[in-house]
């Protein structure tokens, strides 16, 4: 939904066009989604999953980087309007912002105990049973994330 806002080129139209296909029961979301009723950022409660990918994709493994990317989302343009959507509290920006350092700490510690168990299983599958050692490039990948958050915390 957030690319319809972008339909067209803005640069040069000043109108745009955007289809929407889906399922007959999804219609009516989307029929007031038209009609202006607010969309809301639900990437809190899946965010692992999505930080995840990005460490894949773009090779974000800090929680700097986590915390530039976040300040990206649509999430937190949210939060700064709607602090008790997210905290069920009041915060001022400066609070939001301590907010979302420490979700991206919790984030990338978990992500990293992930990868380092990932780590540990692929060692000693390729030790105690190389035949099975499909993940061999895993240990490489933890070692260097690993290493580059330690970099980074010092």
């Given at each position: 939904?957030?690319?319809?806002?972008?339909?067209?080129?803005?640069?040069?139209d000043?109108?745009?066009v955007?289809?929407?296909?889906t399922?007959?029961?999804?219609?009516?979301?989307?029929?007031?989604?038209?009609?202006?009723?607010?969309?809301?950022?639900h990437?809190l409660e899946?965010?692992?999953?999505?930080?995840?990918?990005?460490v894949?994709?773009a090779?974000?493994?800090?929680?700097?980087?986590?915390?530039?990317?976040?300040?990206l989302?649509?999430?937190?343009?949210?939060?700064?309007?709607?602090?008790?959507?997210f905290?069920?509290?009041?915060?001022?920006?400066?609070?939001?912002?301590?907010?979302l350092?420490?979700?991206c700490?919790?984030n990338?510690?978990?992500?990293?105990?992930?990868v380092?168990?990932?780590?540990?299983?692929?060692?000693?599958?390729k030790r105690?049973?190389?035949?099975?050692?499909?993940?061999?490039?895993?240990?490489?990948?933890?070692?260097?994330?690993?290493?580059?958050?330690?970099?980074e915390?010092?």
């Amino acid at each position: 939904m957030q690319m319809i806002g972008r339909a067209g080129r803005p640069q040069f139209d000043k109108d745009g066009v955007a289809v929407i296909m889906t399922t007959y029961e999804s219609a009516a979301r989307y029929n007031q989604l038209l009609k202006g009723q607010l969309i809301e950022s639900h990437l809190l409660e899946r965010i692992i999953e999505h930080l995840n990918a990005e460490v894949v994709a773009a090779g974000m493994a800090t929680e700097l980087s986590c915390l530039k990317w976040l300040k990206l989302t649509y999430m937190f343009t949210r939060m700064k309007k709607a602090p008790l959507k997210f905290f069920r509290q009041h915060l001022s920006p400066l609070q939001i912002e301590g907010k979302l350092q420490e979700i991206c700490k919790n984030n990338v510690d978990q992500l990293l105990h992930a990868v380092s168990y990932t780590a540990i299983v692929s060692e000693w599958t390729k030790r105690v049973r190389p035949e099975l050692n499909a993940n061999a490039s895993v240990a490489r990948v933890a070692y260097s994330v690993s290493a580059e958050h330690a970099v980074e915390g010092e």
